[in-house]
């Protein structure tokens, strides 16, 4: 799989070329499709297969059908766990066994089912296929599954699979807090905390991390107990600090007995 960059001059052009004419002719189905294929054949694989789906999605095409059963077909090929660049025994025996899983998926369209498609990202993640990861997760968080949309804004804020980019972090945790997704609550109350993505704001921060926290979510009593503590977007009150870490605690939230340790220690208050 290459990106644009790594494309030959000649492919790079011929692509260009295809995509100029479309701007001016964005209904012609033909010039799609041979547009589709330019991108599978010069290893744009994510293009060709969302340049498909803008066609499906407007009209039923078999020359668009049968194109995507191509590509597919040349996927698995790459896929399959026999594959030689499958050098290591372990990531051999994980690909055996989601090798059927990505054949029944990708022939239903691909990227259809949002928690498979978390699985695959899961596991492509720690191996090989990177680009797989990251095309699997997108298309999950896509398809509104809840851990795909927090591991992609995990993803864009530490950066590793994907460039960092606080701004979509921020964006992507917005949307599955606002489902009332206890994790995704809790860590747009950090993004708020630090300002990831957006200003500092330590009232939305205590906000949505003391929604999380009663829901359930046990590292939110980390920065709420800080934010009684000093008082930052609630009342300064230490005792309430002191009894959230101490239940934080006994949930065996490692932060909050190191909080504990720290401000319960004479001086140091």
């Known amino acids: 799989m290459k990106t644009r960059n790594q494309l030959k001059h000649d492919e790079r052009h011929h692509i260009e070329e295809l995509e100029f004419k479309l701007a001016d002719n964005q209904e012609d189905i033909a010039l799609q499709i041979e547009l589709s294929n330019a991108y599978f054949m010069a290893g744009l694989f994510f293009e060709a297969f969302d340049l498909l ?18 590509f597919a ?3 698995l090929i790459m896929l399959n766990p026999e594959n030689e660049h499958l050098d290591d025994e372990g990531v051999r025996e ?37 680009d797989f990861a990251y095309y699997f997760l997108r ?6 599954h809840p851990d795909a949309q927090i591991d992609l804004a995990l993803e864009y804020y530490h950066g590793g699979l994907l460039p960092k980019n606080h701004t979509l972090a921020f964006a992507w945790t917005k ?21 990831v993505g957006t200003e500092v704001n330590y009232e939305l921060a205590f906000k949505y991390m003391h ?5 359930g979510e046990t590292i939110s009593y980390n920065e709420l107990g800080y934010l009684s503590y000093h008082g930052l977007g609630t009342e300064k009150d230490i ?9 934080g605690a006994a949930l065996n939230n490692p932060e909050c007995i190191h909080y504990l340790e720290q401000y319960k220690t004479p001086g140091l208050n």
């Open 139 to 144: 298309r999950a968080a896509q398809l509104g």
């Open 53 to 70: 789906d803008a066609i499906d999605q407007k009209h039923f095409s078999q020359e668009s059908f049968r194109l995507r059963i191509y």
């Open 175 to 195: 949307k599955v807090a606002d489902t009332g997704n206890r994790i995704g609550l809790n860590n747009l109350g950090n993004f708020y905390f630090l300002g």
């Open 239 to 247: 005792d309430k600090a002191i009894d959230i870490w101490e239940k």
């Open 94 to 130: 994980t690909f055996k066994q989601l090798y059927p899983i990505v054949k029944a998926h990708i022939y239903k369209g691909f990227f259809t089912d949002a928690y498979q498609a978390h699985v695959l990202y899961k596991a492509f993640g720690k191996h090989v296929f990177i």
């Open 211 to 215: 929604e999380a926290m009663l829901m």
């Open 73 to 75: 077909n040349s996927i």
